[in-house]
């Protein structure tokens, strides 16, 4: 191991790469190859340091542990000549900031418990070292000593259930393919973490890839596998590429491969690119898509623990089922089943998205309240504004008003309630939120990725939207509600996979919460939060208006008619609502109906 | 950004070559091959999928299967630079209706459709897993968070 004094990490966040910090490394590296430092000084890539929004480019220095900021290529000469050569710190180019400013991972809020996000910010996850230095792969180590029956009879007792949103208990899916006839078996990763508004498993990807890979080594040690794939949406770059040298150091280091830890179990993984479709986040659609077809969901049973990828029984488990392994290895399966509720054990990752005050990623144990994520955790609705609704569970989850607020979070409550856990994705919606928009919202996304294979959810999903759009329009009729109604029970009992059957549940729930504002923009063609364009009308008050002529010259089609100094006219036949007048308007005179 | 233009057949088979002798000339490695072309020309020309279908000895018919199934992969010509906007829920709550539909009065273009000039592609994306800074632009390979609609002009004039 080469020894070096000094360590540069440069965060390459995607922010960070977008404002030059490739372009900085490159010229820190030639900077010290000139100045003959390059065995002294190592520069290496990390993830977010500072917000960089306000930092970026930014890196850290150690072993002193200084922070530079908004760090430009013309600064790099100065710096690494002042700092490396002469040994003193570039006081224009440091910035302070908290042990956490990370703008979707800050300092553990109140009430959380981080497990599986432990590692993330701390550690440089194209490191493999600094992972080793977190106790990384003891939990292989330990499984590898003990049998495969052994090691499952752990994860059962430890009550991990799956953590994609089905919550299946992960060691009953190895059982079944541990014991399942047919070879080579295989493991995989689902990582096409597609619910808007979910970005936990990207961030454990691109930040502690090492934690994945490792519980999927022990998983496949329990199944029987020796090859195993990582399947990663296109659309998170860089997790790919960081799980890429997180796997080839994790061989080098002899940890993949061959003879793992002389146990003679053998073991290799790879990692498969999506090419962009929410629908393979489905287990058997996501086999589909690795075998090089459509990403079309097959029909169960067979299950993939039976005949998976390529007829072979296969396990598949979520990124944050994986992470969580090795800690259960290390701390015992008491220790997680100490946290969370009866049925529901251990922590969770959430990503609060919405009209909060905190939103970013969370990690809590089982058993909190909704209202405690959202007032403790989340920080309260932004703005000062009322709380609407919660939707969980992303697109096939549910939405949950304010009066059950104190459910608590766990998989069967949730569903009780007409949602799901889902993966986790949490998007809070203040009082300013129009239900029949979201709902719109929802089935529009549904609809854009439902495979086309089964005519329930291809014909039912758009039947649905085009309903929800001419309600939105004002030009809903007697008798949708109904429809919708029967639609929705049809679509969630006859698809074929979890898509189709989920995608009415944010439809159902709304309905059932939420039913009079669907009603009142039938019957009164009104969209009582002032959000659907077409029910909306913008007037000046002749009461405010003063005649300054400021909307009218900053409307894009000219529908503002007036003289100076006199109360102004918006024509509603060529008014768009795009609202500019009201946010020009400095004496509030604009008024929306 | 496209690398190589569409209607150099030599950069076209060579595209194609590469990404055959990079992952393998079998059937279960035609994502990452059609990825790769896709990301070298811009889209995957009809020229490709001759060349895809002659060397992994596949028909095309699946190969059309596969590349028009998947979003982020395109059979038709892109514009030089490709903007991807998310149109999801978290980013739709927190602003990007208005960011929406000023991109498209900017462009004068609606979804899916490319300029005249054969500048810009203008697409919605699902989810990019960065909602905690929403509405989010994607231009090419480049990520814009927190996003405003005045801000919209000055970004789109960053590229030529």
């Given amino acids: ?593 | 950004m496209a690398n190589a233009t569409a209607n150099d057949d030599e950069a076209i088979f060579k595209a194609v070559q590469d990404a055959v002798e990079r992952h393998g000339n079998s059937r279960e490695e035609l994502i990452p091959i059609l990825n790769d072309v896709n990301h070298e020309i811009g889209y995957i020309p009809a020229k490709a999928m001759h060349e895809i279908n002659r060397l992994l000895k596949t028909p095309e018919s699946h190969l059309y299967s596969v590349a028009t199934f998947y979003r982020m992969l395109s059979t038709k010509p892109r514009g030089r630079h490709v903007i991807q906007f998310c149109e999801s829920a978290p980013c739709h709550v927190v602003g990007g209706r208005e960011v929406w539909e000023t991109l498209q009065e900017h462009l004068e273009l609606a979804e899916n459709e490319t300029s005249p000039d054969g500048k810009w592609t203008l697409i919605t994306t699902s989810c990019l897993g960065v909602c905690g800074v929403g509405p989010v632009i994607v231009i090419d390979d480049d990520i814009f968070g927190n996003v405003t609609p005045d801000q919209v002009p000055d970004i789109l004039s960053r590229y030529s």
């Avoid at chain 1, 042990?99 to 599986?116: Q, Y």
């Avoid at chain 1, 939707?391 to 998989?411: K, N, R």
Wanted: charged residues 25%; hydrophobic residues 35%; contains cysteine.
């Fill in chain 1, 1 to 593: 191991m080469a020894f070096y004094r000094s360590h540069i990490l440069v965060s390459v966040d995607p922010e960070c790469v977008s404002k030059g910090a490739h372009d900085i490394i490159d010229q820190l590296n030639d900077e010290l190859i000139h100045r003959g430092l390059i065995d002294e000084v190592q520069v290496l890539e990390t993830s977010r340091i500072g917000d960089p929004t306000l930092y970026g480019p930014d890196m850290m220095v150690y072993p002193e542990g200084v922070h530079y900021a908004r760090v430009k290529s013309k600064d790099i000469p100065f710096l690494v000549e002042e700092h490396f050569l002469k040994g003193r710190v570039v006081e224009s180019l440091r910035a302070e900031i908290k042990a956490f400013s990370d703008e979707e991972l800050g300092a553990p809020m109140p009430k959380e418990v981080r497990v599986v996000l432990r590692n993330c910010g701390k550690i440089d996850p194209t490191n493999i070292e600094d992972y080793l230095a977190e106790d990384g792969y003891m939990g292989l180590a330990k499984a590898l000593s003990m049998t495969p029956d052994e090691v499952i009879d752990m994860v059962m007792k430890s009550g991990l259930r799956g953590r994609g949103g089905a919550g299946f208990p992960a060691a009953k899916k190895w059982q079944l393919a541990r014991a399942a006839q047919g070879e080579p078996k295989y493991i995989l990763c689902n990582a096409d973490e597609g619910d808007p508004g979910a970005f936990m498993n990207r961030r454990v990807l691109e930040s502690d890839p090492h934690s994945v890979i490792e519980g999927m080594i022990i998983g496949a040690y329990c199944i029987g596998a020796e090859r195993g794939y990582v399947y990663c949406r296109a659309e998170y770059p860089i997790a790919v590429r960081t799980l890429n040298i997180a796997i080839n150091q994790a061989r080098e280091l002899g940890l993949l491969g061959y003879n793992i830890m002389n146990s003679g179990f053998s073991f290799d993984l790879e990692v498969r690119q999506g090419a962009g479709a929410f629908v393979c986040g489905e287990e058997t659609a996501l086999i589909a898509s690795v075998e090089g077809a459509r990403g079309e969901p097959r029909n169960r049973p067979p299950f993939p623990a039976q005949k998976g990828l390529w007829g072979k029984p296969s396990n598949i488990n979520n990124v944050e089922t994986y992470a969580n392994v090795p800690q259960i290895m290390l701390k015992g399966p008491e220790w997680f089943a100490s946290m969370g509720t009866e049925k529901s054990k251990g922590t969770k990752t959430f990503a609060l998205a919405g009209d909060l005050n905190h939103t970013g990623l969370i990690e809590v144990p089982f058993g909190i309240t909704l209202r405690e994520i959202v007032y403790d955790v989340g920080g309260g609705i932004k703005d000062g504004k009322g709380f609407k609704a919660i939707q969980t569970g992303g697109p096939m989850g549910g939405c949950i008003p304010e009066s059950m607020l104190d459910l608590q979070v766990d998989y069967e409550t949730l569903a009780a309630a007409g949602s799901i856990m889902g993966s986790g994705g949490m998007i809070v919606m203040d009082d300013e939120t129009c239900m029949v928009d979201m709902a719109r919202f929802f089935m529009d996304f549904t609809q854009d990725e439902s495979c086309g294979k089964c005519i329930p959810c291809r014909v039912g999903t758009r039947r649905i939207l085009e309903i929800l759009n001419r309600i939105s329009e004002g030009n809903g009729r007697e008798g949708d509600l109904e429809t919708l109604d029967q639609l929705c029970k049809e679509i969630q009992q006859d698809s074929l996979c979890g898509l189709g059957k989920g995608a009415p549940n944010p439809i159902v729930s709304m309905l059932k919460h939420f039913r009079d504002e669907f009603e009142i923009h039938i019957k009164e063609k009104r969209c009582p939060a002032k959000v659907c364009r077409s029910l909306i009308h913008y007037e000046i008050s002749s009461e405010f208006c003063t005649g300054c002529t400021v909307c009218a010259r900053n409307c894009p089609v000219n529908a503002i008619t007036g003289e100076r100094r006199q109360a102004h006219h918006i024509d509603p036949d060529i008014c768009i609502r795009c609202g500019i007048c009201a946010q020009v308007c400095n004496f509030n005179a604009v008024i929306v109906n």
